[in-house]
């Protein structure tokens, strides 16, 4: 792998099949080199449905999902792009944030050791409160289990305040 001018990564294509050898680098998306992805903060649906376009299979079909599962479970769902990941809440304040990565889609609950069970994961720089889960499939998506954690979390206080639209 390098770095180009613009700081994403390029991988060369192994060669595949009958097809000719190739050298031709591809650009892998910021979101999938393990950094946060470059999408702009912006809040709304459409940023949203836009960075969960912008990643690769199989991490937007999960993270497609996530969203999906959200849409149904919350009514007044709101949604953000923030730190280069999709935040949701309803209400003041974010409750969870999903995030497209190299081999897994991180599903974060703010406040989520307030959840029973508490999710397993301790996510490195989102707070000492924050846990979640790392879904590497669709298989990996407990439907029950989150929708429990998306109801629970927003009955807890969120971060950022107010949502101005």
């Known amino acids: ?44 649906n459409k940023p949203v449905f836009a960075y969960l376009a912008g990643l690769p299979q199989p991490q937007r079909g999960i993270a497609e999902s996530i969203d999906a599962l959200a849409a149904k479970t919350l009514p007044g ?29 991180k599903l974060m609950f703010i406040n989520g050791t307030a959840l029973e069970p508490v999710p397993p994961m301790t996510p490195v720089g989102m707070g000492k409160a924050t846990r979640g889960v790392e879904l590497e499939s669709l298989d990996d998506l407990d439907e029950p289990l989150i929708t429990e954690w998306m109801k629970q979390v927003t009955s807890v206080p969120g971060i950022g305040g107010a949502r101005k639209h």
């Open 1 to 44: 792998m390098s770095k180009t001018d613009n700081g994403r990564q390029e991988i060369k294509k192994p060669a595949t099949g009958n097809a000719a050898p190739t050298d031709a680098p591809f650009t892998l998306p910021e979101a999938m080199t393990g950094r946060a992805s470059p999408a702009k903060a912006a809040v709304g």
């Open 77 to 105: 769902l709101q949604r953000s792009v923030k730190w280069g990941m999709a935040y949701y809440g309803i209400g003041d304040g974010w409750c969870f944030s999903c995030g497209g990565f190299a081999r897994h889609v």
